[in-house]
């Protein structure tokens, strides 16, 4: 006689062992971690073109300022 309630154990069973063992397969993405990699690059390369156009506009401004005439780098003499 068919039992169905030993066959329907039996297929979720064998189902739930399919899934898990996919999971456990899967390895890492080689694409992913280019795509990471070069965000990461672009990200930390941004950051230190702006940390350079920072310093850049410093020197400029102090530049400007000394060529107007409105500071001066001569030491005073004690």
Do not use: C
């Not at 063992?21 to 950051?47: D, I, Q, Y």
């Not at 702006?50 to 020197?59: G, Y």
């Amino acid at each position: 006689m068919f039992d169905w309630f030993s066959e329907q154990s039996r297929v979720s069973k064998e189902m739930a062992g399919h899934k898990i063992a996919h999971a456990t397969l899967k390895g890492p993405s080689v694409v992913k971690e280019l795509v990471n990699g070069l965000a990461l690059w672009l990200a930390a390369g941004g950051l230190w073109k702006m940390h350079h156009w920072n310093e850049q506009r410093k020197t400029r401004a102090f530049y400007d300022l000394l060529e107007k005439g409105y500071i001066g780098v001569v030491v005073a003499e004690e």
